[in-house]
């Protein structure tokens, strides 16, 4: 118990039992009215996006990659740098689900499934570019290593195989993870549901679980250790992307910075993301004694410590390029910094470096409009930074009659504002069926804050005079 | 299949007792133990600290078979790539070692991660018997409950020392919300 922090009781306010935990967190799903016109506006733009996706990705395929600007010398553009930057967004669902709970910090309670289903949802969207930029997607399959009489073996060396196999990987557990956590909520809402219909799809999902003592144990063994394989998947996932860079020999790419750097990028950014759909939910939905301020403080305490280690990396390479001395590496500093792309490079360190250190005081913190601001910054920064590492970095390399510039289309957009389009989509879905809160860990942290030694204390706010004062009185 | 009547006593469950609070169901855990009973389940919307021990269930097993499989995804990713570049297509690439074993490990090391997921997650699963769409304690009274706001303590039929009398008086004792019997369902095709 001594890793509890000692204001755990301001992560839950108000006074809650077990069965007003049931009333808010089920009725997201079961009062339907809660999900009105807002949520059908939201519902219709991402389903729009999705047309426009399913749109971009049938004329890619009947036409091929040149309707994309991906060209020589830049054979990667919008393609990977949206792979990476979906792949991103999602680690921070991965690391407020498993690492918190294996730094047992409490206030992960409220925010890991919705975090989690994001980690999904992005990591959905990260992967049509893989399989659809390889110019002949419905022969993907040659990726795999399966007995075939071609003669052919994946190139088990090379990180673009890493990737597949990472990324698979990556989905995979992260699906049964997030499906797992979900087992005993299935079954509240079996057991509270009133329509026969809706009682026989939630009993399907529960699986028959009834909350034995001895399915808890397992349960939880299992639980914890997935959380520990997420752990290092999340950091050898992005390790393993930043590798399709680092192991070349392009300027700016060969970096062997480039592991931690894009790990803590990933964090920075999925805390953007989920910051961005917390602030909104929370108030929508009448969530904010479970997401509380506290929750958004440190959510935007992370994103600021991510945010520096990230801008340090940016300040190292260009410190590198300096000081190697390699006229290759210097130009590289040269072009980023005056070069036709420039407008980009200090965009980044704008969004990417000045922006989040408003984040140092704490009255920024709290503003949750500022918050709100910052986080599609950072969003917008980290996309450049894809863009400042890929698209730039190819464009003027070794030779420079090879040199060339890189511009998106149109099919290159439409198909990004669609998988845009098809994460808030899959995101409203799930806000609208599937309790996003996890209820029986709610219960769980009422639990530990009723047993908190420091739960009661005056220092924390008005709910708990309430409950001491009656107390007192009582005793009277 | 119908030849002798099924009686309401060959379909006794057990005995149950509910309560609203986990610190009264790990008290009483403590004493149904103490009174020697060890056929005891309880039934919790989350999992209570120490409610296992305190009915002394233990079972390691997800961890054996977790750790198990780990290690032979490592092996078959290792061994896939040691096959393909040792013995099926070996390339020599600027006269670099075949076995390049470092650029073997992460898709060895996923492998890993990904059969030990898998192992979890269904191992899990089919230790605890699920999915189970029925089995006896749904029939419990008010037994919805145990998935939101109550907690039930369960003495099984089974226990060698089982009665009815004694054990009905052991858990009123322990101030309950309420004490019953479970009867299992009736098997289908009988009159």
């Known amino acids: 118990m001594a890793s509890l922090p000692t204001n755990i009781e301001q992560l839950v306010e108000g006074k809650y039992s077990y069965k007003s935990l049931d009333e808010l967190l089920g009725s997201l799903v079961f009062d339907q009215s809660k999900h009105g016109k807002r949520w059908f506006g939201f519902f219709a733009a991402g389903f729009f996006g999705v047309g426009l996706l399913l749109l971009s990705i049938v004329w890619l395929l009947y036409q ?185 020999i392009v300027p700016g790419w060969n970096v062997t910075l480039f592991p931690p750097y894009f790990v803590a990028g990933a964090v920075f950014a999925g805390f953007a993301m989920v ?121 003027r390399d070794y030779l420079p009659s090879a040199w060339g510039m890189y511009t998106p289309t149109m099919w290159d957009i439409m198909m990004f504002a669609g998988t845009i389009g098809m994460f808030i989509m899959f995101m409203f879905l799930f806000i609208r069926f599937v309790p996003l809160i996890n209820i029986f860990e709610m219960k769980d942290l009422l639990l530990r804050i009723k047993h908190d030694p420091h739960a009661g204390d005056h220092a924390h706010g008005d709910h708990h005079e309430v409950a001491v004062v009656a107390v007192a009185k009582e005793n009277q | 299949m119908g030849a002798h009547a099924i009686s309401k006593e060959d379909l006794f469950h057990g005995t149950i007792a509910e309560f609203t609070d986990p610190d009264e169901i790990l008290v009483a855990a403590q004493k149904v133990r103490e009174a020697g009973y060890t056929h005891v389940d309880a039934y919790t919307p989350f999992p209570i600290h120490g409610l296992d021990e305190a009915l002394g269930f233990e079972d390691t097993r997800i961890k054996w078979i977790i750790g198990l499989a780990g290690v032979i995804g490592f092996a078959a990713g290792m061994g896939l790539q040691a096959y393909v570049n040792l013995v099926d297509y070996p390339m020599n690439v600027g006269g670099r070692p075949n076995f390049s074993w470092p650029s073997f490990i992460p898709v060895a090391y996923e492998c890993t991660i990904l059969f030990a997921g898998l192992a979890a997650f269904f191992g899990a699963l089919a230790l605890n018997g699920l999915p189970r769409p029925n089995h006896p304690i749904f029939n419990a009274n008010r037994f919805e409950l145990a998935s939101q706001s109550s907690f039930f303590l369960c003495v099984e039929g089974t226990d060698p020392q089982f009665d009815k009398t004694e054990v009905k008086k052991l858990l009123e004792g322990l101030n309950p919300l309420q004490v019953s019997d479970v009867y299992g369902d009736e098997p289908e095709g009988q009159e």
């Not at chain 1, 110019?135 to 990726?143: D, E, I, S, T």
Request: proline share 5%; with cysteine; glycine share 8%.
């Open chain 1, 275 to 395: 910051i961005t759909f917390a602030i909104p939910i929370r108030k929508w939905y009448g969530l904010q004694d479970v997401i509380t301020e506290k929750h958004l403080d440190w959510m935007a305490k992370i994103m600021l410590a991510t945010g520096l280690i990230v801008f340090y990396g940016y300040v190292m390479e260009m410190f590198f390029a300096w000081y190697s001395g390699n006229p290759f590496e210097l130009y590289l500093k040269e072009n980023r910094m005056g070069g036709p792309y420039s407008w980009a490079f200090w965009a980044l360190w704008f969004c990417n470096g000045l922006a989040p250190q408003i984040l140092w005081f704490p009255k920024m913190r709290q503003n949750k409009v500022v918050l709100f601001f910052i986080c599609q910054l950072v969003s917008i920064g980290m996309w450049l930074e894809r863009f400042v590492i890929i698209p730039m970095s190819l464009h």
């Open chain 1, 64 to 248: 091929g990659i040149g309707v994309w600007g991906n060209n020589q010398p830049v054979g990667w553009g919008f393609d990977i740098i949206n792979f990476v930057w979906w792949i991103g967004i999602g680690h921070a669902g991965t690391l407020i689900s498993a690492v918190l709970l294996l730094l047992r910090q409490q206030w992960r309670n409220s925010i890991n499934r919705f975090a989690e289903a994001m980690t999904l949802f992005a990591v959905m969207c990260a992967g049509l570019y893989p399989l659809l930029h390889t110019g002949r997607p419905w022969v993907a399959y040659w990726l795999f290593p399966y007995p075939n009489v071609l003669g052919m073996w994946p190139q088990f060396r090379s990180p673009l195989i890493w990737d597949v196999f990472a990324v698979s990987t990556y989905i995979t557990i992260s699906a049964l993870f997030w499906f797992f956590g979900l087992i005993p909520d299935f079954a509240t809402m079996r057991d509270r549901s009133i329509k026969l219909w809706q009682k026989k799809v939630w009993g399907a999902l529960a699986m028959g679980w009834r909350g034995s003592m001895k399915h808890w144990r397992r349960y939880e063994d299992a639980y914890l250790i997935l959380a520990g394989l997420s752990t290092p998947l999340v950091l050898s996932v992005h390790s393993i992307v930043s590798f399709d860079f680092a192991v070349s």
